[in-house]
């Protein structure tokens, strides 16, 4: 049976641009950068947690015809296309004014919810991402 998800993907159109918001804005580390001719295979993961990585793909072949790419190149452009992605932190103020610091734009500030704290920003593609302090039990 399935015992784990060990690789999700987000569509990005410059994978040098999401390197250098993944790895040096948000911290990730890069898990793989692969180039196996047909298509760049570029992972990152959080930091201490290679177990589960996200896959930064270039919209393009194999997994999409040229056709259906320049489609989902013009929704990611509008904003349309964003994929999602959700990180916990121990601490979602501090977390936040880091990134500020660092030049994250965000959509949300942190804000209490009854699951935690949390807050949301977008990066230079248009996919949303939030980071959760869960509330302690």
Not at 38 to 46: G, N, P
Not at 50 to 79: M, N, W
Request: glycine share 8%; hydrophobic share 35%.
């Amino acid at each position: 049976m399935l015992n784990a998800i060990t690789h999700s993907q987000i569509f990005v159109l410059d994978q040098d641009e999401a390197v250098e918001f993944y790895v040096g804005k948000l911290g990730l580390e890069v898990c793989a950068d692969v180039d196996l001719g047909f298509m760049r295979w570029l992972t990152v993961s959080a930091p201490g947690d290679p177990q589960r990585q996200i896959l930064l793909e270039k919209p393009g072949p194999p997994s999409l015809s040229e056709e259906t790419a320049r489609q989902v190149r013009d929704l990611v452009t509008k904003g349309a296309a964003g994929g999602s992605l959700i990180f916990s932190t121990d601490d979602c103020h501090k977390t936040y004014e880091t990134l500020r610091e660092r030049g994250v734009e965000f959509t949300d500030e942190p804000t209490e919810r009854p699951y935690g704290i949390d807050c949301g920003l977008r990066d230079p593609f248009g996919n949303h991402i939030r980071f959760t302090q869960p509330t302690q039990s």
